[in-house]
């Protein structure tokens, strides 16, 4: 089993930046690889960045790409996901989850997820 624990959401202005964590407990994390989705009000979980488990390859999504910026440390068994230049399309909720897998963009192929932070981009 494995419990991720996001952090490091809040209300920022447009044009800020924000680092979200995401800290993992139980198994062996660092054979698992991690995705950061998020949720919009009234919209579907989307896919945001993901890491693979060796940290040696990542991918975003078209909308985040050259703003935002996934990293791991495995000491620390923690993802970050640094987010410049923020919009208030970016506002909704962000979610870590991990997978004993390559990294992927599907939400469903992610088997732990975390309870998610809260990221409010004001104009």
């Known amino acids: 089993q494995v419990q991720l624990v996001e952090s490091g959401g809040g209300l920022v202005q447009a044009g800020g930046s924000l680092r979200l964590s995401c800290a993992a407990s139980?198994?062996?994390?660092?054979?698992?690889?991690t995705g950061w989705f998020r949720q919009a009000p009234g919209k579907e979980r989307e896919f945001v960045a993901a890491?693979?488990?060796?940290?040696?390859?990542?991918y975003y999504a078209d909308s985040v790409k050259g703003r935002f910026t996934i990293s791991r440390d495995g000491a620390k068994n923690t993802v970050y996901l640094q987010m410049n230049s923020l919009k208030p399309e970016d506002t909704a909720v962000y979610y870590c989850a991990g997978q004993a897998g390559f990294a992927t963009m599907t939400i469903h192929h992610y088997d732990y997820w975390g309870q998610g932070t809260q990221v409010t981009v004001s104009s």
């Open positions: 139980g198994r062996t994390f660092s054979t698992y690889s």
């Open positions: 890491i693979n488990w060796s940290g040696g390859r990542t």
